[in-house]
């Protein structure tokens, strides 16, 4: 890559953290699929007269994860007020945190496109709260109008601020697998609520203006917003113009960004300490707080206790959930596992759009057990799997696999009925034989072929051609 | 000093019409205000106060939410329980 | 159980902005059972209109009680009315209001004080026994100074301002007002105490009986209090009044207090600064007169904001933006937190060496209606009742005499939760001259 081309990157993350309730309410923070408004008190609703009450939990869930990001703890954190007016803002302003946040100065390693460990510096970590939900509405009789619903409002954030350490979107989006990896083992985050992650991104390409990205909702529309970004940036360098320092807004069903120059980014937030709440010293209380097994610690052990790859253990440990269903059927056989669960299983997933918790562990645990025990091919191992993951997604009982090899009849092929199919195979390809026998050997791989489809992949491969082979050198004596 | 321009630009960023008649008489009795808080340049260096009370937190337990009638009782509009409001643009 | 209290007193003075026939009370043998007493309309009500005497708050009725008024509930009050006041506590006359002024009782053609001026009148015209008002730069004391009832500013953090509209938290408390120091130290009992909902309280808790033994008390005396702009006959009732509790055996000791040269401007830049914040969720979309979904959300909203708050809250509004916006707020907002910083570290000296400062409540006697249009020359009048709030110190004013008729207040200020020692100063006071 030209040098002169070098890609910055810097991110904000927001996360929702997974307390019982919001961060300054008592109102219940779990609201997916409540009807709107029926999550809210008078504190969230920013009722003339109510006052916000911190919520100790989110305190301590942004400490853990400070301590898992390496920041330092300040001695004093306070809470400031950033003022701006939009419909979802109940109080034109969010309780957030300024010059003074909880956390500040850390770091997170990552692998960079090369494969080496790399340090990405966190600048800060700060809590706040989220604004409320708008749908837009566009009526015949107006012009349109907003319908609002508060349950959102108040529900406590941490924002994660990286400084300009990325270089391009795929390592951002490795250091996003990474931190929402970290986040979920340190059990503050459920990735898999609605919304729950929010990016910011700044980009620039080395002596250009930088651009901020806006409205990113997900992990694949990050390296998506910034593959955008770079191409554009760079066709406007090649025809020599100005990049403009601006917000930007990215279209996640277009995959592009637009420029945004509403007055809201033009804002001057006028943040200033809020009255209604007192100082954090909770520097100490770091003390207290006991981190679980990280991801790259669980990763080299995974390595060391059940000798797999680094590449399975990676991918094993990335997702908490995966880690622990891997960790559940490990003792079938480590690395046949590995190898079924990192890659066949998390890809037939995928395909159907299943969570990993939707598996009993055991039905792979039978299913990997059929494999060492020689009972079915690897192929039909995957027919299996394919079988039982359709009857899962379907929400019926997920059959045991020795019952749907029954069913299907792909106990492999052996003994005697092994010969007999190889027998007839062979009296139906005359021609075959003898090309065979002529010397022809490529005529093998087209009898083997014959026997597979007759069998439907029951046969073993390796067995079957040893077999084949023997048998057509005994008709040649 | 501040003109009535600049007088425009806070109302706007505090979201506030201000009239052209009005904006002149603003202007003035702001530009008196702003010359009697100038005495603040006058203010030696000092720190800034903290307040004694430290960590007042409050445990991660429910409480009784509103119901969707209480919250939106002194709501202008609603609309299957959401609130209405003007369109952002 | 619950007993009625018929509440059909002739309203002459305009003190109050709703108020209730027949206010039920709780007949459970609490402090305040049967009594009638007015709540300020800026303290929320459950089922009672609030309004601040603003238009933005029109028909606004909040589904939940401030925790002072639940206080007052248990206690058994009687809750009559909300009482008019300057909008959003934002005035020292109470003519800054959406209803109309409230006038003084003893003389209507003068201006009660404010911005708490509907429940100094309600109070001194004997339309109730007790009051609660709130005190942000003086809005408890300035209207019990110019209506000649007692009103006390609590310490910061000793009542819990939950269900109070907010216009400026750091400064503002809520208080009572009364005819004598007996009532005012009852409705405090009552009001004070910490509250979870709150967190700037402290658990201090406010039970109290009166002592007028004033002997060995050591009053300081700040040269300021009697400086320039205080209207010399004011000073001389107050000194009069100084000269009484020294009478009493109390010892007075003349001292400075330098930073209060400050103390004005801190206190505007601060006060605009947290209402330019406060009160920007007006927006008609969850309570308050419906705003239109026409126009876009901006112009719709600046429009109603326009039309609905009064001309003084939009000049404390711009204010406050300003002082805040960037390139300003190092100028304004921080150097004034700076100076609030040296009235709270010279309070804490004088009061080391003393127990209470005395002075006037108010540099003038109440005004005459429309006496005061200029916006700075009204703030003006504010610079004696500020510091306290600046300090967080507990104040009161007591009745003190009268100049040309008119009631002249005695302030007493203490230090930190030292509420029960300047209503012991004034209760000797008040039953000296009694
Ligand atoms: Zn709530």
């Not at chain 1, 995928?350 to 299913?367: F, T, W």
């Not at chain 2, 991660?60 to 509103?66: A, K, R």
């Amino acid at each position: 890559m030209d040098h002169d081309q070098q890609v910055i990157i810097g991110l904000e993350i927001h996360c929702q953290l997974k307390t019982k309730t919001k961060l300054f309410c008592g109102c219940s923070a779990d609201f997916q699929g409540a009807p709107p408004n029926t999550h809210c008190c008078p504190i969230c609703l920013g009722l003339p007269g109510a006052m916000p009450r911190l919520n100790k939990q989110a305190v301590i869930y942004a400490l853990k994860v400070a301590k898992a990001l390496n920041l330092e703890v300040p001695e004093y954190s306070e809470f400031s007020r950033k003022n701006y007016f939009y419909p979802d803002l109940p109080k034109a302003y969010q309780i957030s945190q300024y010059d003074k946040p909880i956390a500040e100065k850390g770091y997170l390693e990552i692998e960079d496109d090369e494969g080496h460990t790399k340090i990405v510096r966190i600048t800060r970590i700060h809590l706040e709260e989220d604004p409320g939900r708008l749908v837009h509405k566009t009526g015949r009789d107006r012009a349109g109008y907003s319908l609002v619903d508060y349950n959102r409002s108040s529900i406590p954030l941490i924002e994660i601020v990286t400084e300009p350490d990325l270089r391009s979107p795929k390592e951002a989006r490795r250091f996003l697998n990474k931190l929402r990896s970290t986040l979920e083992y340190l059990e503050v985050f459920d990735g898999e609520r609605e919304g729950s992650i929010r990016v910011d991104a700044n980009i620039s390409i080395k002596g250009h203006n930088r651009v901020e990205c806006k409205n990113i909702s997900s992990y694949k529309g990050v390296e998506k917003a910034l593959n955008f970004e770079i191409t554009r940036q760079r066709n406007l360098i090649r025809r020599g113009q100005y990049i403009t320092r601006e917000t930007r807004h990215f279209m996640e069903g277009r995959g592009i960004t637009t420029s945004s120059r509403s007055k809201e980014e033009e804002n001057d937030y006028r943040y200033f300490p809020e009255p209604d709440l007192r100082p954090l010293r909770v520097r100490s209380w770091l003390d207290d707080v006991e981190l679980p097994e990280l991801p790259d610690a669980r990763r080299d052990r995974f390595m060391r206790d059940y000798g797999i790859s680094v590449n399975h253990a990676r991918t094993l440990t990335g997702d908490l959930k995966v880690a622990n269903f891997y960790e559940q059927i490990a003792g079938v056989d480590p690395k046949l596992a590995a190898t079924w669960v990192a890659d066949i299983l998390l890809g037939e997933l995928n395909y159907r759009s299943m969570k990993i918790d939707q598996v009993p562990p055991i039905n792979i645990g039978d299913l990997i057990a059929l494999i060492r025990d020689d009972a079915i091919t690897d192929k039909s191992g995957v027919e299996v799997m394919r079988t039982m993951l359709d009857h899962c997604l379907n929400d019926e009982d997920c059959p045991m696999p020795a019952d749907i090899v029954e069913e299907t009849g792909l106990a492999k092929v052996k003994g005697g009925e092994f010969d007999a199919i190889i027998a007839s195979v062979v009296e139906a390809n005359p021609q075959a034989v003898s090309d065979y026998l002529a010397g022809k050997k490529g005529a093998l791989n087209f009898l083997v072929g014959q026997v597979m489809k007759e069998t439907r992949g029951r046969a073993d491969p390796k067995v079957l051609n040893a077999q084949m082979s023997t048998y057509l050198d005994t008709l040649e004596v | 000093m501040v003109n009535e321009s600049d007088v425009e630009i806070i109302a706007k960023l505090a979201d506030i019409s201000i009239s052209k008649d009005e904006l002149g008489a603003f202007t003035s009795q702001f530009n008196e205000i702003l010359e009697y808080f100038d005495i603040l340049d006058q203010v030696p260096p000092g720190e800034e106060g903290m307040p004694d009370l430290e960590n007042v937190l409050r445990e991660d337990v429910v409480t009784p939410s509103l119901s969707q009638e209480e919250a939106t009782a002194n709501a202008g509009e609603t609309e299957d329980g959401f609130i209405r409001a003007p369109k952002v643009m | 159980m619950e007993g009625g209290y018929i509440f059909d007193e002739k309203d002459r003075h305009n003190a109050f902005i709703s108020t209730l026939d027949l206010a039920l009370f709780e007949t459970n043998g609490g402090p305040l059972e049967g009594i009638a007493v007015a709540v300020k309309d800026n303290i929320s009500t459950a089922g009672m209109p609030t309004t601040c005497a603003s238009r933005i708050l029109e028909g606004y009725v909040p589904p939940y009680d401030a925790h002072v008024v639940t206080l007052l509930r248990q206690a058994g009050a009687a809750i009559v009315g909300k009482t008019n006041m300057d909008e959003f506590g934002m005035g020292t006359t109470t003519e800054n209001s959406a209803f109309g002024p409230t006038t003084n009782p003893v003389d209507p053609g003068r201006v009660p004080g404010g911005s708490s001026g509907g429940s100094a009148a309600a109070v001194a015209s004997g339309m109730v026994d007790m009051a609660l008002g709130s005190d942000t730069g003086g809005s408890i004391r300035c209207p019990a100074a110019f209506c000649g009832v007692v009103g006390l500013k609590p310490t910061f953090g000793r009542v819990s301002r939950y269900g109070l509209i907010a216009y400026s938290n750091s400064l503002e408390q809520i208080g009572p007002l009364g005819k004598t120091v007996t009532d005012v130290n009852t409705l405090m009992s009552v009001i004070a105490g910490p509250d979870a909902r709150d967190s700037t309280t402290y658990d201090r808790p406010y039970d109290h009986t009166p002592d007028p033994d004033v002997k060995g008390l050591r009053i300081a005396v700040p040269e300021e209090f009697f400086g320039e702009g205080v209207d010399p006959a004011v000073s001389a009732k107050v000194q009069n009044a100084i000269a009484t509790l020294e009478g009493l055996g109390a010892e007075t000791i003349e001292c400075s207090i330098p930073s209060m040269t400050y103390a004005l401007a801190a206190y505007y830049v601060t006060c605009t600064s947290e209402a330019s914040s406060n009160l920007a969720r007006f927006d008609g979309v969850r309570y308050g007169p419906e705003v239109p979904a026409v126009r876009s959300w901006h112009d719709e909203f600046k429009t109603y904001r326009g039309e609905r708050f009064g001309k003084e809250v939009q000049r404390r509004i711009l204010l406050g933006t300003f002082a805040l916006s960037a390139g300003y707020y190092g100028k304004y907002y921080a150097k004034a937190q700076v100076a609030r910083e040296n009235v709270r570290r010279d309070f804490i000296r004088v009061l080391k060496d003393t127990d209470v400062i005395a002075g006037p409540t108010m540099p003038s006697i109440a005004f005459h209606l429309g006496e005061k249009s200029d916006p700075l020359s009204m703030y003006l009048a504010d610079i004696l009742t500020v510091p306290a709030n600046l300090a967080g110190v507990p104040a009161i004013s007591v009745p003190c005499g009268t100049v040309d008729r008119m009631p002249v207040g005695l302030q007493i200020i203490g230090p930190h939760f030292a509420d029960e020692k300047v209503m012991d100063v004034a209760y000797a006071f008040e039953q000296e001259v009694a």
